[in-house]
């Protein structure tokens, strides 16, 4: 239905126009378009039909769009056959003709560095290996991973299952393998929850989609049904059919598990499909993959998780890029994902901050990774740091203490000592805590206040760590309160 594998190129070969426009802004953006489909009428448009049957699938067709050395056509060419390509004129809209490392260009336009990859696996989840039907992976005791599709809206240059959409074409009706995997889950009552995936299972036929869609809600055992699909960010017009919403929110069970990976892709477009499967009843949570060059830093993943909540799109997991055939110039360091993690946690909402997780080969699944937060420990408590650096002495049980107290100093002192935390120099939570108590004398300024300091006093320590007995820190990183 989605693979019409013409190679015509698109009108108008002359060099690439100029798109205005990619000035910052905050998601949702306004919505763009490529010059080269300005005269293309808004009914048609908005018509998934016609962004499906325009997507641009060959380098051809990308040479009159994008701007490439005769060198990089010559690659292009030679790779071109290894792993498919669409572009829907949406998602290609979002592209900067003018920037040859933007992050949109970067997730959808071949690159000669797929190449050049030292370390890739075409499974290297070994999905296939845990598969006791074909199309169906049961890894988790409560869950399985239903393949229904080889096909995509947009084909991402990192795709973990480049194995699978190779396929060209794909059957529309339903298959022995389909009957195979609706059965399997019905004899296995310990599966809670099916991850509809793909490819994309938002390509598939309405009859199809149904006949999967219907046969797990009648499953008593099914709690969960997780459609996993990129077509909010690259192809919303598919969501604005009203059938293929209803089909969805009749199922009652789904979940949309969905794919930003940058705050370009959040549009007024993306935004209003996603508001409408919530209407719909239907909660989205959103898998990112921290790829080098799209969005490898703090300030991409703050706008990104921030522009997900404006949206009301949950960010579920930030996933360690999978070492898959093509796509080793888009892995990064783990340091790298965690130190992002670090300027998350503490620094917005909690419910914008996803688990960073790699996906381990031979199949070890989903392995969460996040900084220490837990610093020591003995029989009595825990240190725990926080994300500005305070040390705190945590007492989990309500029991007396089975030790002595210790001459003794910084992190051994909260454990065995009679220090109870130790705070960063110049933290800027307790300066606010002084200024107000500097204005209001009878403020409660709380266990690292200054209560009972003269006015006086209480300026002149404005810039010193403070101490909960009102004496000054000024030695070292910390300053100790009891």
Known sequence: M??????????????????????????PSRP???????D????????WRWQTQNSVRSVRQLRTLLRFSPEELEALGEIESDFKMAIPPYYFSLIDPDNAADPIRLQSVPSPLESQSDFELEDPLEEDKDSPVPGLTHRYPDRVLMITTPNCSMYCRYCTRKRATLTRGGWEGVSKDDERMIEYVRKNPQIRDVIVSGGDPLTLPLGKLRYYLDNLKEIDHVDVIRIGTRVPVT??????DQELLDLLAATEKVYIQTHFNHPREITPEAAKVCK???RHGMPINNHAVLLKGVNDSL??????????????VRPYYLFHCDPVTGAGHFRTSIWKGMQIMEGLRGHMSGIGIPTYVVDSP??????????????SMSDDAVILRNYEGMLIRYQAEDKSSTQEATATRGVSGLLQGDKTSLMPEGNERMA????????????????CGDAGQPPVEQQRILSLPVMKNGTNGTNGHHAATR
């Open 2 to 27: 989605f693979e019409s594998d013409t190679r015509d190129p698109l009108a108008n070969p002359s060099a690439p126009p100029a798109v205005s426009g990619f000035d910052d802004e905050e998601p």
């Open 32 to 38: 763009r378009r490529n010059p080269t489909w300005n």
């Open 40 to 47: 293309v009428p808004d009914h048609q448009w908005d018509d």
């Open 235 to 240: 192809l919303p017009q598919r969501l604005y």
């Open 276 to 278: 409408s499967l919530l």
């Open 299 to 312: 300030e991409t993943i703050r706008s990104l998780l921030r522009g997900l909540l404006r949206i009301k």
């Open 362 to 375: 031979q199949g070890g699944g989903k392995i969460p990774l996040m900084p220490n937060y837990l610093v």
């Open 432 to 447: 606010r805590r002084r200024k107000l108590q500097v204005l209001d004398p009878g403020y409660e300024a709380g266990s």
